[in-house]
């Protein structure tokens, strides 16, 4: 199969609509990360996302919906806060878990009594979406435990010649998954941090909890269960821009090539050596960090992060991406 990349002018929504419908799968850009969508109505369309990423069984999909769709018929009933935050929120970076009718085929949400629904603001995906007009579920447009593609081309790394489309609407401007918000209950629940942040939802539901999982407890969003986001070479995480570059200097003295992924603060403490620099705030972090481990885990032998000082916003989202990306504990 050949894999065209394509805008969406020209006949290629006619071809996405074509796809979906014959129950295949086309990767398109969204606000936060490239996704793998098919028709969240068909067993087989949606099995074979799984296939393709070698995603877990159990790990459940997102459904996108274009703005003016009735999520009334996917969703068993919705409370205030959660009409109140779909108004200021959506279309946007926020995935909202309702009941679920049961609508949508079961291996959407892996046996889960809920669904996530999400509507993106990415006019690309917005085209799309509305040009299919179904349901779509779709997980991010990486192979199971790669990091996440920001930009047509990462798709394409990943699935060339496994998929037909990828609508191309240039890089993601968010850069990191939405948050995922547990509407439930009779207080929305943060189960993934992102790009909403908890002081964001609070300041319209009034309040808003962020799950934590307990020992042993089998978690709320069965997504978070995995190592994720990890670029294919070697990892190193440090705390401080010297550990760092120790670390650095030793691998490099061994023969390798290191590159040190760090915050904008510390590329000068570092100078002489490879960085990468995130940038200065949370909202630009978010937007670098995986094209920056795409591109870290390309060149180099060793990929060392250092822990940005940086707090506060979005930096929980990235910061649970960082640690998890390098392998440690969140
Ligand atoms: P991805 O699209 O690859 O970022 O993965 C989707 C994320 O949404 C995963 O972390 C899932 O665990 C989470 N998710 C999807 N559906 C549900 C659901 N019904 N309940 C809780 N979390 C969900
Ligand atoms: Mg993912």
Redesign the pocket.
């Known amino acids: 199969m050949q894999t065209e990349i394509l805008g969406t002018d020209g006949g290629s929504l006619v071809a996405a609509k074509r796809y979906i419908e014959a129950g295949e799968v086309v990767a398109f850009h969204t606000e936060t990360v490239y996704g793998l969508g098919a028709n969240a109505f068909s067993d087989d369309a949606v099995r074979r996302i799984f296939a393709l990423k070698g995603r877990p069984a159990d790990?459940?999909?997102?459904v996108h919906v274009h703005r003016d769709y009735d999520i009334s018929k996917l969703i068993d009933g919705e409370p205030a806060y959660a009409a109140a935050l779909r108004k200021a929120f959506l279309p946007g970076p926020l995935?909202m878990?309702y009941p679920s009718r049961g609508k949508v085929s079961k291996y959407v949400?892996c046996g889960?009594d809920?669904?996530?629904v999400r509507v993106p603001s990415s006019p690309t995906a917005q085209a799309f979406l509305r040009a299919v007009d179904l349901p779509i579920a779709a997980?991010?447009a990486n192979l199971s435990k790669h990091v996440s593609p920001v930009t047509a081309q990462h798709v394409f790394e990943d699935f060339n010649g496994k998929i037909p489309l990828i609508l191309d609407g240039g890089p993601c401007s968010g850069g990191i998954?939405s948050t995922?918000l547990d509407c439930t209950g009779g207080v929305p629940q943060i189960?993934?941090e992102g790009l909403v942040t908890r002081e964001m939802v609070a300041s319209v539901a009034g309040e808003c909890l962020l799950y934590k999982r307990k020992e042993g407890e089998k978690p709320?969003?069965?997504?978070?269960a995995y190592k994720h986001y990890s670029p294919y070479c070697r990892t190193a995480y440090c705390r401080s821009a010297e550990e760092a570059a120790a670390l650095y200097d030793a691998e490099q003295a061994a023969g390798g090539a290191p590159a040190i992924l760090c915050e904008s603060g510390a590329v000068g403490i570092l100078e002489g050596r490879n960085t990468l620099d995130l940038g200065a705030n949370g909202e630009e972090m978010a937007q670098r960090l995986y094209a920056l481990l795409r591109r870290g885990e390309k060149s180099a032998t060793l990929l060392i992060a250092v822990e940005p000082k940086e707090q506060g916003g979005v930096m929980a989202g990235v910061m649970n991406r960082l640690k998890r990306a390098f392998g440690g504990s969140i």
């Open positions: 790990n459940p999909l997102i995935t878990v949400s889960l809920t669904l996530a997980p991010s998954e995922v189960l993934r709320k969003s069965p997504g978070m």
